[in-house]
């Protein structure tokens, strides 16, 4: 049955696909979109728009009350990227923002709210961390989306509503953050090259962005999980980098060897970084539909497909001329 949906953060990677995703299938999809928000992604969505930033707690209210949304999508964010850093704004953002618009929400009713966590609230663990493990977030960013996980848990057991969170671990797929490990390989490999690479141990729990999707719907229409319920959405796979250049050699025309190192590791790199997905699994009946391989030449088949996005992210990434010139001098 269609729904009258309001998407905030639909200009984001996660966003947009889920903006696409809901309209395929027939909702009535409002996108709520900060002041300046990115258009590249949004370049071909038809659906009603209305801008106002999360941190405005008037002006989201008036939105959801002209809306009245049924369903009701969280993914607006900030600090999750290096480019994005300063504490109050991260704080506004992602615990204020999230705040103002469940307030919104449980002044007008919905059906269902599910909010966007991350894996990173988890901080680094040794093993595959299920939704009941202490969080020991390590950064800004990790720290306010635990404590806006909290805040929906809390609102969702005071008010007895159907609010939930989903804790993202590494989503990739079509209309990615340039800067990203996956659209910069993909778009370095079908050049025959291979971008700078950090340590080859580093691991991360890989999952497609249509299965990220598919989350998010099971979320809202399920009508027997715990108000307030988290779940964890990761394949359970973890993919080592150098699994990942694997499988991208054998796809894409490499010739080059990885340089393994000729990139810094980041401060939240680690070797293990793995989704205990089972609750979600048992409770929502939701399991991923891509295996990494599968997922990555899904992308890479979208970047062949889509020749002016490919020039974009190659601009973006700073390949947008030939990797090498044939020289007309000398050989000395």
């Keep these: ?77 900030y600090g999750a990227y290096s480019s994005q850093s300063g504490l109050l704004e991260t704080v506004q953002t992602n615990l204020v923002g999230t705040a103002n618009l469940v307030d919104a929400a449980l002044s007008v009713g919905f059906e269902a709210f599910v909010n966007t966590g991350s894996s990173s609230e988890y901080g680094l663990k040794s093993h ?26 809390n609102a969702a057991r005071t008010y007895d509503v159907r609010l939930r969170t989903l804790r993202l671990y590494s989503v990739y797929g079509p209309w990615e953050e340039p800067a990203r490990l996956i659209p910069t390989l993909i778009v370095y490999g079908l050049k025959g090259k291979l971008p700078k690479l950090a340590d080859p141990d580093i691991a991360r729990d890989y999952v497609h962005v249509e299965d990220a999707c598919d989350a998010y719907l099971l979320a809202a229409a399920d009508e027997k999980a715990e108000n307030g319920a988290i779940f964890n959405v990761g394949t359970g796979v973890q ?14 025309p490499i010739k080059e060897k990885p340089a393994w190192g000729s990139m810094p590791n980041r401060k939240w790199d680690t070797t293990t970084w793995v989704a205990d997905n089972r609750a979600i699994s048992q409770t929502l009946g939701w399991k991923p539909r891509y295996q990494f391989q599968e997922g990555l030449e899904q992308v890479i088949n979208w970047f062949r497909a889509d020749l002016a996005m490919r020039a974009y992210y190659e601009r973006e990434i700073g390949l947008a001329q030939p990797l090498t010139v044939k020289s007309t001098g000398s050989n000395s």
């Design 128 to 153: 595959a961390a299920a939704e009941t493990d202490l969080l020991e977030p390590n950064s800004d960013y990790a720290l306010t989306k635990a404590a806006a996980t909290m805040y929906c848990r």
């Design 1 to 77: 049955m269609a729904k009258r949906v309001l998407v905030t953060g639909s200009s984001g990677f996660v966003g947009a696909n889920l903006a696409r995703r809901l309209i395929s299938d027939g909702h009535d999809v409002h996108l709520l979109l900060r002041p300046n928000h990115e258009e590249w992604r949004l370049r071909d969505v038809e659906s009603a728009r209305h801008v106002v930033d999360v941190t405005d707690a008037e002006g989201v209210k008036q939105v959801v009350r002209e809306v009245r949304p049924e369903w009701i999508f969280h993914l607006a964010a």
């Design 239 to 252: 993919t080592s980098l150098a699994q990942v250049v694997q499988a991208a050699r054998e796809v894409m």
